[in-house]
């Protein structure tokens, strides 16, 4: 089976615009989760998709959004960029026939940098 | 709020020397734990989770609920073993995962 794939892989941006990020689990896979690292915060959890219904949720703002398509396939959306959110954004998926706490399979990674 | 903590950031050992990652966690419920490995160049994956309570190249984790620990060890270190490791936490529901803030380990030959 194919990995996790993310597009684009880097990407650079400005101050202020926005961005979009997209995430391919390997197939049949219905959970897409999105962690954001960086140097000093290290791993974070964003949000965690599942049948197209958002599960869970971390610590960011509102200016970070995403959504699943019917065919698992997520995008990640950060509004009115700023430095900070510079960072490697990483998106893995899971089997999750039900339950919590299924092995997640990671992607490359997309690595953002906002000038 | 569930928090992973690992206290070293640099493991060094020697080739053949025992290894020892520490983890603790802080979690109200009954925890799924996990170690997840970056090797250079390549992807986090998953090195071992403590309810399969699997040998992987050599690793075990045991889960101490008392302590609430789940250390990573292996007797004999492999130069292959360098890499970034990292505790994590899931739970209480979904695939949420809490990130420690990872060790790095250098096997010297």
């Known amino acids: 089976k194919a990995g996790v794939t993310q597009t684009p892989r880097y990407l650079i941006k400005t101050r202020g615009q926005q961005v979009t990020l997209s995430c391919s689990p390997i197939?049949?896979?219905?959970?897409v989760s999105w962690y954001q690292q960086t140097p000093g915060q290290g791993l974070q959890f964003l949000f965690e998709?599942?049948?197209?219904?958002?599960?869970n949720k971390g610590n960011f703002p509102g200016r970070f959004s995403g959504r699943q398509f019917s065919n698992s396939r997520s995008e990640m959306n950060v509004s009115t960029l700023e430095l900070g959110d510079s960072a490697l954004y990483l998106c893995a998926s899971s089997l999750d026939p039900g339950g919590s706490g299924y092995e997640q399979y990671f992607g490359p990674g997309t690595r953002l940098t906002v000038t | 709020a569930q928090r992973v903590t690992q206290p070293e950031k640099l493991l060094s050992v020697f080739k053949g020397a025992p290894v020892e990652l520490k983890c603790n966690y802080s979690?109200?419920?009954?925890?799924?734990l996990f170690w997840y490995v970056q090797y250079s160049r390549q992807r986090l994956q998953l090195l071992l989770r403590?309810?399969s309570r699997e040998s992987i190249k050599g690793f075990t984790a045991d889960l101490n609920k008392g302590e609430t620990s789940f250390h990573l060890k292996k007797p004999f270190a492999q130069e292959e073993d360098s890499a970034m490791y990292y505790c994590?936490?899931?739970?209480?529901?979904?695939?949420?995962?809490?990130f420690g803030g990872g060790t790095r380990v250098l096997v010297k030959p």
């Open positions: 403590h309810i």
């Open positions: 998709y599942f049948s197209e219904t958002q599960r």
């Open positions: 979690y109200s419920g009954s925890p799924e």
């Open positions: 197939s049949g896979h219905r959970s």
């Open positions: 994590a936490l899931s739970g209480p529901a979904g695939n949420k995962l809490t």
